[in-house]
Structure formats: C-alpha cells, structure tokens
Nanobody
Framework: QVQLVESGGGLVQAGGSLRLSCAAS????????MGWFRQAPGKEREFVAG????????YYADSAKGRFTISRDNAKNTVFLQMNSLKAEDTAVYYC????????????????WGQGTQVTVSS
C-alpha cells in the first residue's frame, strides 16, 4: 500500500520560512517524479513544484520561483519543499504527489497523493 505522509506545515508570519517533508512508502520511490501542489479555500488545486526521479531536474510554478526549493533524498524516500519569504497568499493545504515518468505540472498525471499539511501565513 502506497503512503505519502506530509509534515512540517504550520502557522508562520509573512516573510518567514517553512520546510515541508513528504515521506513515501510502499513504492519504489526513486522511480517516481514527485510534486508539490496546494489548494487554498475556494480555489482549485494548483501545481507548486516538481522534481524528476533522479533529482536532476526541477521546475516551479511562477508563484514559487525564487522563493521555494524542492529537493529529494532517495535514500530516505523523502521529498522536501523549502519555502522562504512566505506571503499570505501562500496559505493553503499542501500536498505531495508521486507520478511515473518524465515531468508534469498536471495533477491528473500523478498517481499517488498524500493527505496534505496546512500552511497558514499571517500578514
């Protein structure tokens, strides 16, 4: 059974930082691309950042560029999202997801999802 478990969310002031983690089990982690998505109240889920299976390529939504960094540790079956210079508009539930092959920003191309972790940024 595949499990993705996010952690590291919380309440932070604008301008602060958080580091999200996503621990994976039940799959060959190093074979999957990983992504972070978020969903704010009343809005659709949106892509934030993605990383290929090897970690050699990563890509970001425009809203995340220059502030967020995605990384992975295949030895620990974990993917991270370092978020700096947080803004109130970053408030959302953040989800990690695993997908097979290549790279994609489309949620439908990801096969497995975590339950999400709440990030709240106070202004």
């Amino acid at each position: 059974q595949v499990q993705l478990v996010e952690s590291g969310g919380g309440l932070v002031q604008a301008g602060g930082s958080l580091r999200l983690s996503c621990a994976a089990s039940g799959l060959t982690f190093s074979s999957y691309r990983m992504g972070w998505f978020r969903q704010a109240p009343g809005k659709e889920r949106e892509f934030v950042a993605g990383i290929t299976w090897s970690g050699g390529s990563y890509y970001y939504a425009d809203s995340a560029k220059g502030r967020f960094t995605i990384s992975r540790d295949n030895a620990k079956n974990t993917v991270f999202l370092q978020m700096n210079s947080l803004k109130a508009e970053d408030t959302a539930v953040y989800y990690c997801a695993a997908g097979a092959n290549g790279r994609s920003v489309l949620s439908g191309s990801y096969n497995y999802w975590g339950q999400g972790t709440q990030v709240t940024v106070s202004s």
